[in-house]
């Protein structure tokens, strides 16, 4: 197991408490607030104890690729990090509000998104992509907005990246892609816009493995952490066009088509500066 009972390691919970309170006081981090975890097993100690300290329920999870340079020392191709109740937004004709840390890291991606129809078995840690699509409720469009206190939060790498929720700081919700398994994830298409500009182009086909290896990961290492994923929950399966760095008083717009889709879809996001009230 990889979870840690809270209180048996005491620097894991005081990293946790510096990383939760700058969020919670939209503060910048310029340095790691601790000892900068080299493993993703000690990221995830850190990771768990901020669960407990963040205050609303864990509404889903964001899966996040590792890059190659550090496949070697992680021993893993992907991570996970938890997504809030509270930080979970629906996609409208008006942008969603992205509350950047002044100062932290910001960026916008591109995102497909299980939602979970029955829960897992707590003790499965093995899946096939059939076992995995039979809990599926829905696909549907959306978007991540990636945050942190840590300016340099990918440049310290998957552990780091780890503690810090994933580097997540909310979901905006889309609309649902009916027959989504029927017309497969290399017709579903997505383009990123910062102000006007094309930033990057993708498919669900650009998640490494597809979404269902997303999911697939999803369901193991949360397994393996302890909390096996639940009917309702919602799993976010990867930077389908890449991570794309926003500052307050820009705007995105991420632009979803394809096979499924009845008819070109748009999701806006405005990020504007966060306070101490936005981000708790």
Known sequence: MDRIVLGEDTDSWEIARRL???????????????????????????????????????????????????????????????????????????????????????????????????????????????????????????VELAGSPLPDINRLGPAVVVSDFGNNAGLVLGPEIPDWRRHGDDSLICETFIDGHSVGTGRASSIAGGTLAALRFALTRCARLGMPLRAGQLVSTGAATGIHDILAGQRARIAFAGAGITHDIDIHVSAECATPRDAG
């Open 20 to 142: 939760v309170g700058a969020r919670l006081n939209a503060r910048s981090l310029p340095h790691y607030p601790g000892t900068v975890p080299q493993s993703l097993a000690a990221g995830y100690s850190i990771q768990d104890a901020a669960i407990s300290l963040w205050p609303a329920l864990v509404a889903g999870w964001k899966v996040g690729k590792i890059p190659d340079e550090w496949l070697a020392r992680m021993g893993e191709d992907r991570l996970v990090g938890p997504i809030f109740v509270d930080n979970v937004q629906r996609a409208a004709a008006e942008p969603a509000r992205f509350a950047v840390i002044d100062g932290g890291f910001a960026a916008v991606e591109a995102e497909f998104i299980f939602v979970l129809g029955a829960d897992a078995p707590s003790g499965k840690t093995q899946w096939s992509d059939d076992e995995a699509a039979a809990l599926v409720a829905a696909l549907r469009v959306g």
